[in-house]
C-alpha cells in the first residue's frame, strides 16, 4: 500500500506537469496570446519590431488591436483550438487531482493514521488544498484559466520535491504527534498553506499584470514600447484589477484558518510541552507569517497604500511560509522537527 | 503641545502600524537564528563557547533573549499603543453609529455605483413607509426623512457586524497582551528529573531549574508530591518511538490517600494550581562500589541521552570511599569517580561507543575509573554529569583504568575495591508549571478569530431611497445603492432589495408603468 501511495505521487505529479503543457499552449497560443498577436500583425509592423531592437523575450503592444478587449464581467473562456488545449489541462488537474486524493489515502492506509505526521504528508496534503481550491475558483470564474500555468507549475514543483527529497517511510506517530489536536492543528495548517500557496499565484500575477499594464502603450514617437520579461507575460493574463480582487479574498479566507491552525498549534503545545508559546523556530515563523499576512490585509485595508504596493506584502508573507516549510525544517533545531528528512 | 500632538497622530497613523507590524515580523526572525534562553540554555551556553569572539556582543544586543529584549519590547509596545490610539476613537465613532439613524441620501442618487428608478401610486409619505417597512423586514437599520421640497427620503444601512468585529478582533489582541503580562507575573516552572521509583515535592530546592514570575514568591507553591514507580518506552525497529508512559501517584494534601495517573506526552498531570509534564527520558545505571576497606557505596547516577539511540554519558562520584575507619578523611584523597557511556543496545563493532537502538536489548557500560580528589569540597558548583576537568589537569584526579561491563558484571581495580554494574533505572524529566494567564490567552484567541472572520467576510452598505411626488398624485422613487467595503455581489443585492419593495405602480399606466432603469 504504501508503495503504490509512493507510485501515485509520480502520476499525479506527472499528470499536474501534463496539465500545465495544456494551460500553456492556451496561454502562449491563444487568441489572446502574445504569439498569436505577433502572428496575427501585420507585416509592416514586424518590420517595426526589428527597427525597435526587439531581443527575444520583449514584447510590444500593437496599435492596431484594440487593448484587451476582455472585462472583468466576461464569464466564458476562449474558445478554439487553443481553448481545447485550456480545457484538457482543466481535465488533467481533475485526473492529477484524483492520483493527489489517492495517495492520500493509500498512504494513511498505509500507516494506519491521517496523514498529516511529517513534512511530506503535510507537503502532500497542502498540495491538494491548492489544487481543490484551484478546482473550485475555476468553477466559479473560468476565465481565470490562464492561471492555471503557475498554479499546476508551482504543484508539480512541490509534488516532486516531495516525492524525490521529503519522501519518508510510512509508520506510525512518535508519541509526541499522539494527540487529537495533530488532526486540528496540522490539516488546519496545511488547509491555510494550500490556500496560501494559491492565493500567492494572482498576487504575483496582479503585480505582472500591473507593471505590463504600466509600461506598454504607445512611445512618445508613437511606436509601441517594449515590455521586457516578466511583464511580457502580463498580456494574456485576467485584468489586473480581477486579479487584485482575487489576491485579497483569497487571503481574506485563508488568514483566519492559519490563525486557526496557530491556536490550535497553541492549545496542543500546552497540553504537550507545558507551555502555550515558546518561540521555537516553527512557532517564531509562523507568528512572523502571520504578522506579514496581517500587515497584507491592514496595508490592502488602507486607501493611501496603493494596491501594488500591498500585494508586495503579500508576496513577501508567501516568502515567510517557505522559509517556515523548507528552510526552518531542514536548518533549524525546535520541537517541530518531525520532518524525518535528516 | 502640537509636536506632542503631531507624534500621537504619527504613531497612531495606519502607515505607522504597517510599519510597526513589519518592523516586528523583522525583530522576531534573529530569535530562529541564535539560540534562546528561554528555549533552551545549554543551547546557548553551548554557542557562546563556539563562538567566544561574536559572543559578548551579541549578549549585549540581547541576541540570546530576543522576545524579553527591551527592542522587542518596544516594537510591540509601541504597536499595541498605535492600536489602542486608534481603535478608542473607532469605538467611540461606532457606538455613534449604532445610536445614529443612517445618514440621508446623497444629492444625486443617480451618480451611485447602483441605482434604479420606479413609478407607484402611492403619495410620497405612504411610499416611504412601504418603502421603509419592506427593509425594516428585511433587518435593514432605516430612517425616514421628510424634506421641505415634498420629497421624502428612506436610508438603510447593513453590516455594522464588519466594524463590530473588526473592534473585537483588535481588543481580543489586546487581552492577549494581557493574559501573556499577567502569565508572566503570576506564573512559575520548575523542572526536575526524577528516577523511577523516587518521590519529589513541590518546593523549589527540589528542582533542578526553575523560574519565578516577577509577582510570584517561592514559598506559597501549592502543595503536592509526586511518586514515579515506572516508565515505559516503546519503540519500531528503526527506533522511532511510538509510546512513552510514565506510571506515576501524587498526593495533594497531606495525608491524603495517593492517587494514581499514567504520565503521557499529550497527557499531562493537572494538579490543582500546576501541570506536571512528560518532557524526557533516559537511562541511570545503578553501581556498587566496595572500597579498599570493604565498605559499600550504592549510587544511581541518570545519564544523559547524546543521540535518538539513547547511547548517554554521565558521571558517578563517590566522595567518601577509600577513607580508612574511625578516620574523617584519606591523605592523600582517594576518592572515585566513574565516567561512562551506557549504549542500551551495543554497537556490533566495539571501536564505536553509539547504540543501535534505544531499548535495552544488549546493554553495555564503558567506564573509566578515576582516583584523587573529586574537588568537591572546593566551594565550586560542579555537574552532577561531568567530572571537573581542573582536578584533572592539575593532576589531582588520576585515571586507573577503563572496562566494559555488562549488567551483573564486576571489575576489580588495581588497589583492589571493586565496581559492580547492578543494571538501570529509568528516569524521566518533569515541567511543573503554573501559568494563570493561559484562560484569558484561550479567551482573547477565541474572540480573535470570531472577531477575524466576522470583519473579513462582513459588508457593510447603504441604500437610499428619494421619493418625489408625482402630478397625478403617485410618486417617483430613485433607489441608490453603495457598498462602503470590498463586496462584489453588491448589485445583486441591490436588485433584491429594491425588488423587496412591493409598491403597486401608478393605475393608469398599469402594469406598462413600471419602468426601471438601471444605471
Same mark, same amino acid.
Given at each position: ?89 482543466? @481535465? ?97 495548517? @496545511? ?27 504607445? @512611445? ?7 515590455? @521586457? ?114 | ?65 530576543? #522576545? ?74 432605516? !430612517? ?148 579498599? #576497606? ?91 554529569? !561531568? ?133
Amino acid at each position: 500500500m504504501a508503495e503504490l501511495s509512493d507510485t501515485l505521487l509520480f502520476v499525479a505529479a506527472v499528470t499536474y506537469v501534463a496539465a500545465m503543457v495544456g494551460y500553456l499552449v492556451e496561454f502562449a497560443f491563444g487568441t489572446r496570446g502574445a504569439v498569436a498577436r505577433v502572428a496575427m500583425r501585420p507585416v509592416r509592423e514586424l518590420v517595426a519590431v526589428g527597427a525597435g531592437g526587439g531581443a527575444s523575450g520583449v514584447d510590444i503592444v500593437s496599435p492596431v488591436q484594440p487593448e484587451r478587449p476582455e472585462r472583468d464581467d466576461e464569464t466564458t473562456p476562449r474558445a478554439g483550438r487553443t481553448g481545447v488545449a485550456g480545457a484538457i489541462g482543466v @481535465a488533467l488537474t481533475v485526473v492529477g487531482l484524483a492520483a493527489h486524493v489517492a495517495v492520500l489515502v493509500t498512504r494513511g492506509l498505509a500507516a494506519q493514521r491521517v496523514p498529516l505526521g511529517n513534512m511530506y504528508e503535510f507537503v502532500v496534503t497542502l498540495t491538494a488544498v491548492c489544487v481543490v481550491g484551484w478546482l473550485v475558483l475555476l468553477a466559479v470564474r473560468p476565465t481565470l484559466r490562464p492561471l492555471g500555468v503557475f498554479v499546476t507549475g508551482a504543484l508539480a514543483l512541490m509534488l516532486g520535491f516531495a516525492g524525490l527529497v521529503l519522501t519518508t517511510p510510512a509508520g506510525p506517530l512518535v508519541p509526541a504527534l499522539q494527540s487529537a489536536w495533530l488532526k486540528v492543528h496540522v490539516s488546519a495548517a @496545511a488547509t491555510a498553506s494550500g490556500l496560501l500557496l494559491l492565493a500567492f499565484v494572482p498576487a504575483a500575477l496582479y503585480l505582472i499584470r500591473a507593471g505590463y499594464d504600466k509600461r506598454s502603450g504607445l @512611445a512618445d514617437d508613437g511606436t509601441p514600447r517594449v515590455v @521586457a520579461f516578466p511583464f511580457s507575460l502580463g498580456r494574456a493574463l485576467p485584468a489586473a484589477d480581477t486579479l487584485e480582487r482575487l489576491t485579497f479574498r483569497l487571503h481574506a479566507f485563508a488568514f483566519p484558518i492559519w490563525t486557526l491552525a496557530i491556536i490550535c498549534g497553541a492549545i496542543w503545545a500546552e497540553a504537550a510541552w507545558g507551555r502555550y508559546w515558546g518561540w521555537d523556530p516553527k512557532e517564531t515563523w509562523s507568528f512572523i507569517s502571520w504578522v506579514a499576512y496581517a500587515a497584507y490585509l491592514h496595508a490592502r485595508a488602507t486607501p493611501s497604500v496603493k494596491r501594488t504596493t500591498a500585494t508586495w506584502f503579500s508576496v513577501v508573507a508567501w516568502l515567510t511560509m517557505v522559509v517556515n516549510l523548507y528552510v526552518i525544517n531542514f536548518v533549524a533545531v525546535g520541537l517541530h522537527s518531525y520532518a524525518g528528512v535528516d | 503641545m502640537s509636536s506632542v500632538r503631531a507624534f500621537w497622530r504619527w504613531l497612531t497613523s495606519m502607515r505607522t502600524a504597517l510599519v510597526l507590524l513589519l518592523v516586528l515580523a523583522v525583530a522576531a526572525v534573529p530569535g530562529s537564528i541564535f539560540p534562546q534562553r528561554g528555549v533552551s540554555r545549554e543551547a546557548v551556553d553551548e554557542y557562546i563557547a563556539e563562538h567566544p569572539d561574536l559572543a559578548p556582543l551579541l549578549e549585549r544586543l540581547w541576541a540570546f533573549d530576543v #522576545y524579553a529584549s527591551p527592542w522587542f519590547s518596544a516594537v510591540y509596545l509601541l504597536l499595541f499603543i498605535s492600536l489602542v490610539g486608534c481603535l478608542a476613537p473607532r469605538l467611540r465613532q461606532h457606538v455613534t453609529n449604532l445610536i445614529k439613524p443612517p445618514p440621508d441620501a446623497p444629492a444625486r442618487l443617480e451618480r451611485l455605483p447602483v441605482s434604479t428608478t420606479r413609478e407607484v401610486g402611492q403619495g410620497p409619505t405612504e411610499a416611504a413607509q412601504t418603502v421603509r417597512l419592506a427593509w425594516r423586514r428585511a433587518r435593514w437599520r432605516t !430612517a425616514v426623512r421628510a424634506h421641505a421640497d415634498g420629497t421624502v427620503t428612506v436610508a438603510a444601512e447593513k453590516g455594522y457586524l464588519k466594524e463590530t468585529g473588526n473592534l473585537l478582533f483588535h481588543f481580543a489582541l489586546l487581552s492577549l497582551l494581557v493574559g501573556l503580562a499577567w502569565g508572566t507575573w503570576y506564573g512559575w516552572h520548575g523542572n526536575r528529573l526524577v528516577v523511577a521509583g523516587d518521590e519529589f515535592c513541590n518546593t523549589l530546592h527540589q528542582y533542578d531549574e526553575y523560574g519565578l514570575g516577577a509577582r510570584t514568591s517561592g514559598d506559597r507553591l501549592p502543595p503536592f508530591c509526586v511518586t514515579v514507580h515506572d516508565f515505559q518506552a516503546e519503540f519500531l525497529d528503526t527506533g522511532q518511538p511510538t509510546r512513552f508512559a510514565a506510571e506515576v501517584s501524587y498526593v495533594e494534601d497531606l495525608g491524603e490517600e495517593p492517587r494514581r495517573w499514567t504520565l503521557q506526552v499529550n497527557h499531562p498531570l493537572r494538579l490543582s494550581g500546576a501541570n506536571v509534564y512528560l518532557i524526557g527520558h533516559g537511562y541511570a545505571p545503578v553501581l556498587r562500589y566496595t572500597d579498599r #576497606y570493604d565498605q559499600v557505596f550504592t549510587t544511581t547516577a541518570p545519564f544523559l541521552p547524546v543521540d535518538g539511540m539513547l547511547t548517554s554519558q554521565g558521571v558517578a562520584k563517590f566522595p567518601y570511599a577509600n577513607v580508612p575507619p574511625g578516620q574523617s578523611s584519606a591523605d592523600p584523597p582517594a576518592q572515585l569517580g566513574l565516567t561512562g557511556v551506557y549504549q542500551p543496545t551495543a554497537n556490533p563493532d566495539p571501536a564505536v561507543a553509539a547504540s543501535i537502538f534505544p531499548a535495552e536489548r544488549d546493554p553495555v557500560l564503558t567506564l573509566t575509573a578515576w582516583q584523587g580528589d573529586l574537588g568537591l569540597g572546593s566551594g565550586v558548583p560542579q555537574s552532577v554529569y !561531568a567530572l571537573d576537568e581542573r582536578q584533572i589537569a592539575l593532576g589531582r584526579l588520576t585515571e586507573v583504568g577503563t572496562r566494559t561491563l555488562r549488567p551483573g558484571e564486576s571489575w576489580t581495580l588495581p588497589d583492589g575495591s571493586t565496581v559492580e554494574f547492578l543494571g538501570t533505572r529509568p528516569w524521566i524529566t518533569v515541567s511543573v508549571r503554573h501559568d494563570p494567564g493561559q484562560s484569558l490567552m484561550l479567551f482573547g484567541a477565541g474572540a480573535v478569530l470570531v472577531g477575524l472572520m466576522v470583519s473579513l467576510s462582513g459588508k457593510r452598505r447603504r441604500v437610499w431611497a428619494r421619493i418625489r411626488p408625482a402630478d397625478d398624485g403617485g410618486s417617483l422613487i430613485t433607489f441608490g445603492g453603495l457598498a462602503r467595503t470590498e463586496y462584489p455581489g453588491f448589485a445583486d443585492e441591490f436588485a433584491r432589495v429594491v425588488a423587496q419593495v412591493d409598491m403597486a405602480p401608478p393605475p393608469e399606466r398599469a402594469p406598462a408603468g413600471l419602468s426601471e432603469r438601471s444605471h
